[in-house]
């Protein structure tokens, strides 16, 4: 059985994030998912890039509707997600749209996945994930 | 709290802390069955307080602080007839709870003395090669280790192979017994024995990823969950001993097998052949890391061992878009090289099919008719099921015949008797098998 663990955090929560000490924050995170990799537990793991450079597909109406993101009702359910290898934001826009599980209510939000190249690569806990995602192939 | 919540809340921090938890108090006490009779206590104290107070703050520490406790009144009892003991467990008492003296916080001072960080990945690998010991008898080591590293309980145990909870327990109980006899120290091996007692760690998650991905009795194909945990110990291996490329080649040889488990049953959770496979429901993400860490075990040029020349068998599998594309080619060749390595007549039987493929059945039936001639297997429905499909393949369709129920006559699970039962419907249109 696999899980996904998502994480979501009101606005209020989200803004307090920006208090925390980066550095720290890394080395909080860095050391929980050592011990998801100790416990032979974690397969992936990814974080999401920022919520107003997503996109949103809506299916309530003949032709798939896109806007920008964030969206504003924020009490949607997020029940599965895709990882998509694609060299564009409109490419994976073009995937949403043939997606088969559409109608009232079905959205796909199409978000960038950050990578490990983004993150300050002297921090050792940095460090430490890229040597993890080498040897594991998740790179 | 509902009492079963409460139950599922202890299972759920037993299964990822019971490694830990035993490790440290094996490091604690120095005695690895006592270590596991304490942590035994410990998880049925939570079992009975939990579920009625909830769960504490800190479920690791709470657990460490009751085995330690228990341990320190074990030491106590024994010292009237030990002087050794005696010195111990005050040694061991200084500053505890048991002592006497009144930390602020107990769970603290239990998670300082055995919770050492530096040390738990030790604890757990001494772990691994004291349940795997070659002293104890297979089905002790694989009891042991689902135990103590798995943190499953008899019960658990016992349902993943179907054989009573006593007889799980009677096993465990006889491991213990023959580690304390043998004087098993807790400790990991000494470099010149560390190869040959790895071996045994390596078979012991092989054999409980065998039974889950192929059980050897009952209905079910597939048991997901020790297959699951059997990866789950792998991944901790490989962790523990990342220097080891025969530790990855298994990882590697779990992960590609486990990729095909979505396309190995079907709806009615029936067997699907691999040529039957739809190749779309295979765990592309498990393909990956199965490559990841074959490459790993290739890396170190030291030439692939029993579980590297499976996985890359298994690799040849999972990169081919279909039975016909697939590289039989390469397949013949790492069963000839397994076949040196670990001469075995399944090993043969599977160069039979993978020749068949490469070169046709005429190739590959002497290769069966020798086995046959020696007599092995002939207990086995592989044999007889390899040689009909061969006869079937040649046109020998009567011969095909009486060797599927052969096959069947020997078939121990039900699904896979359903296939062979198939097979002969198909050679006999009109009537029943």
């Known amino acids: 059985m696999k899980y996904m663990l998502i994480m979501r955090a009101t606005d209020e929560a989200f803004a307090a994030m920006g208090d925390i000490d980066f550095t720290e924050m890394l080395e909080t995170i860095g050391k929980f998912n050592d011990e998801l990799i100790r416990a032979g537990v974690l397969l992936a793991a990814e974080g999401l890039d920022d919520a107003a450079e997503g996109v949103v597909v809506d299916y309530s109406s003949a032709d798939p509707v896109v806007t920008d993101g964030p969206y504003g009702e924020t009490k949607e359910l997020f029940n599965g997600y895709y990882i998509l290898n694609v060299a564009s934001k409109e490419e994976a826009v073009e995937w949403a749209k043939r997606m088969p599980m559409t109608g009232a209510g079905f959205k796909t939000e199409i978000r960038r996945v950050s990578t490990i190249d983004e993150f300050p690569q002297d921090n050792v806990w940095i460090q430490k994930e890229r040597a993890w995602r080498e040897a594991t192939g998740q790179l | ?433």
């Open chain 2, 1 to 433: 709290m509902d009492r079963h919540e409460g139950r599922a809340a202890v299972a759920a921090v037993w299964h990822i802390e019971s490694a830990r938890i035993v490790g440290a108090l094996a490091r604690y006490t120095g005695e690895f069955t006592l270590a596991e009779d304490l942590a035994q206590e410990a998880l049925a104290e939570a079992l009975v307080t939990w579920p009625r107070d909830g769960v504490p703050r800190n479920p690791a520490g709470w657990l460490l602080t009751v085995g330690r406790r228990r341990a320190i009144d074990g030491f106590r009892r024994r010292a009237a007839l030990d002087d050794r003991y005696a010195a111990l467990a005050r040694e061991l008492g200084e500053g505890g709870v048991a002592a006497g003296s009144d930390p602020a916080d107990p769970m603290r001072v239990a998670e300082q003395v055995l919770w050492d960080p530096d040390r738990i990945d030790d604890d757990v690998l001494a772990l691994m090669f004291v349940a795997c010991h070659p002293v104890l008898l297979p089905e002790g080591r694989v009891a042991l280790t689902l135990r103590v590293i798995g943190g499953l309980t008899s019960d658990e145990i016992a349902r993943a192979f179907l054989v009573p909870t006593a007889t799980v327990q009677a096993r465990i109980t006889r491991a213990k017994k023959t580690l304390a006899a043998a004087r098993v120290p807790f400790e990991i091996p000494p470099a010149a024995e560390r190869a040959g007692r790895l071996i045994s760690v390596l078979r012991v998650i092989y054999v409980i990823f065998t039974e889950g991905s192929s059980a050897s009795s009952g209905t079910d194909l597939i048991r997901f969950d020790l297959a699951a945990e059997a990866q789950r110990l792998a991944r901790v291996l490989a962790r523990l001993l990342p220097d080891e490329p025969e530790v990855h080649s298994l990882l590697a040889l779990l992960e590609l097998t486990a990729a095909r488990f979505p396309a190995r049953t079907g709806p009615e959770g029936e067997p699907v052949l691999l040529e039957d496979q739809d190749r779309r429901r295979w765990d592309r993400s498990a393909i990956r890391r199965g490559r990841a860490a074959l490459a790993r075990a290739e890396r170190a040029r030291r030439g692939l061992g029993i579980y590297g020349l499976q996985a890359a068998i298994a690799e040849c599998h999972a990169v081919a878009p279909s039975v016909a594309d697939t590289d039989w080619d390469r397949i013949v060749l790492l069963y000839e090289a397994l076949g040196r390595l670990a001469p075995a007549p399944v090993v043969e039987v599977n160069r039979a099919v993978a020749v068949a493929m490469a070169r046709g059945p005429a190739a590959a039936l002497p290769i069966v008719d020798e086995l046959e001639a020696a007599g092995e297997l002939a207990n086995s429905h592989l044999l007889p099921s390899v040689r009909g499909e061969l006869l079937i393949r040649l046109g020998r369709t009567d011969e095909a015949r009486a060797e599927l129920h052969r096959a069947i006559a020997r078939c121990g699970n039900a699904r896979e008797r359903s296939v062979l039962e198939r097979k002969i419907e198909l050679l006999d249109p009109g009537t029943v098998a």
